[in-house]
């Protein structure tokens, strides 16, 4: 199995194995997910073909019940936790709320990245001993954010975020 480590700014690595877990980029409207299969990236479709899961943040129990079934259906076998990716500007109490759903589904969150973290790890951004600044953008879900951060010695650091910005639609 591949594995992967991440270092944190608390100092710990956390490791896992990338065939057991699932990543799911939850929005307003529902959720995106990805497992490795075969050691290769896959967006995972549900029972009816979709790659976008209905559903959101209002209903989250059932949104993370439905990511971990499909990556299930796709591996033919159990997962043994998520990568959450969300917005940056998310409070501790939500994260916290996230963590309980998920464990309640039998789906523990190993990690929720914020979306600029996890588009710089998505980039293969170098994270050696360099200090790098990165600027990253996102738009999507009818709002737009921007965030600031620090990569040195392995360690993502948000420095400062936007928060959301409401970004209505044509």
């Not at 959720?31 to 050691?39: G, K, L, R, Y």
């Not at 929720?112 to 998505?122: D, E, F, N, Y």
């Amino acid at each position: 199995p591949t594995a992967a480590s991440v270092r944190s700014s608390s100092g710990g690595v956390w490791e896992a194995t990338v065939e057991n877990l699932i990543g799911i980029d939850l929005g307003p409207l529902g959720a995106v997910v990805s497992v490795v299969d075969h050691h290769r990236p896959v967006v995972v479709a549900d029972e009816r073909g979709r790659l976008h899961l209905p559903g959101g943040p209002d209903d989250l129990e059932t949104t993370l019940l439905r990511a971990k079934r499909a990556a299930e259906a796709r591996l033919q076998r159990p997962v043994t936790g998520a990568v959450l990716v969300v917005p940056e500007y998310l409070q501790d109490r939500a994260r916290n709320e996230r963590r309980e759903l998920g464990r309640a589904v039998g789906l523990p969150l190993r990690r929720q990245l914020s979306r600029p973290v996890a588009s710089l790890l998505g980039l293969s951004v170098d994270l050696d001993d360099t200090e790098r600044r990165y600027l990253t953008a996102h738009v999507g879900d009818g709002v737009a954010s921007a965030a600031v951060a620090l990569v040195e010695d392995g360690i993502v650091e948000l420095l400062s975020d936007s928060g959301p910005v409401p970004c209505p639609g044509p």
